[in-house]
């Protein structure tokens, strides 16, 4: 039986169309990730390998540092998403 961290990875990859065997460099597409909790690693994994600028947004710098840490096309933010004007700012990179 698949894990649940497999099954998130299937899911991505289908419903984004990766390519996720391979570490590309980037697309010129961005994603802006917000928290780093249990089912992220997948979730910034699959699209930074396809290409995909991922920047990955959590309240401690720390976390989103661990988080991104190894994976090609991400930067780690530190970002209070209950800040309107930060996140708008973030979402307008």
Do not use: H, Y
């Amino acid at each position: 039986m698949a894990s649940i961290v497999e099954k998130i990875q299937d899911t991505l990859q289908s419903a984004l169309n990766l390519n996720a065997t391979s570490s590309t460099p980037s697309t010129g597409k961005k994603a802006l990730l917000l928290g780093a909790g249990f089912v992220t690693k997948p979730t910034v994994e699959l699209p930074a390998k396809s290409g995909t600028e991922v920047t990955v947004a959590c309240r401690t710098l720390a976390s989103a540092q661990k988080l991104s840490s190894g994976i090609p096309n991400t930067k780690a933010i530190s970002l209070d998403v209950s800040d309107d004007a930060a996140l708008d700012a973030e979402m307008e990179k």
